[in-house]
């Protein structure tokens, strides 16, 4: 069965910073992957989606994220953290019939 | 262009009343799949609709069921809420959305509060 597991719960960086938010997959078939972003108390925004065209998907406010088969990954990087980048995140495998599987989240936290 | 649109924002119920959640996708989508998430929790899916049918459907009993009407709007019902049912509801719309990789929209979710 396909699942997604996002390691770390919270991450905290600096303003400027580098962010790294990190997704591994499990599936038996090639997957669809997603990340989304949730800010509070509104609902899920997408940010990028895999669909094997290219390894390295480019996404709104300057994130992208790389699939790796070798590692089952898709983690999502940002070059330079704003404080308007704090919000929940959240990593997806699209399954047989276009239903998602999400990640439990990474709270992203930006220190001024 | 409206994007998917939830109503009502915020609803709060007692524990084994019925609630009744409403959907309308994103113009030019014809399926909707909704979704709970429990507070620090993923979204998890419930069920799909497509063609006025339900297609697919989450690890979730009986008390959930849904519609879809001829306009591609949606309704989820929950019956004898529980406490446990305390979540945002999101609602999703896609085109053709039994194809692998659809993209989702999602709209802004209603909170239901049980107590």
């Known amino acids: 069965a396909q699942s997604v597991t996002q390691l770390g719960s919270h991450v905290s960086v600096s303003e400027g910073a580098l962010v790294l938010l990190r997704c591994n997959y499990s599936?038996?078939?090639?997957?669809?992957l997603f990340w989304y972003v949730q800010y509070p108390n509104q609902g899920l925004q997408l940010l990028l989606k895999?669909?094997?065209?290219?390894?390295l998907v480019k996404g709104i406010n300057g994130c992208e994220a790389e699939f790796k088969k070798s590692e089952t990954s898709f983690h999502l990087t940002k070059p330079s953290a704003h404080m308007s980048d704090a919000a929940e995140y959240f990593c997806?495998?699209?399954?047989?019939?276009?239903?998602?599987?999400f990640g439990q989240g990474t709270e992203l936290s930006v220190k001024p | 262009d409206a994007g998917v649109t939830q109503s009502p924002t915020h609803l709060i119920k007692t524990r084994g009343q019925q609630v009744t959640l409403r959907c309308s996708p994103k113009?030019?989508?014809?399926?909707v799949s909704w979704y709970q998430q429990a507070l620090g929790q993923g979204p998890q899916f419930i069920f799909q609709?497509?063609?006025?049918?339900?297609?697919q459907r989450g690890n979730f009993p009986d008390r959930f069921s849904g519609h879809q009407f001829p306009n591609y709007s949606s309704e989820l019902n929950v019956n004898a809420l529980l406490l446990g049912d305390s979540a945002l509801y999101l609602c999703?719309?896609?085109?053709?959305?039994?194809?692998?990789?659809?993209?989702?929209?999602f709209g802004p979710g209603t909170r239901l509060t049980v107590l």
């Open positions: 999703a719309s896609s085109l053709k959305g039994l194809v692998d990789g659809n993209e989702q929209f």
């Open positions: 599936s038996s078939v090639p997957p669809y």
């Open positions: 895999y669909t094997s065209a290219a390894t």
């Open positions: 997806a495998v699209s399954v047989k019939g276009g239903k998602l599987i």
């Open positions: 113009s030019g989508h014809d399926t």
């Open positions: 609709y497509y063609e006025e049918e339900e297609r």
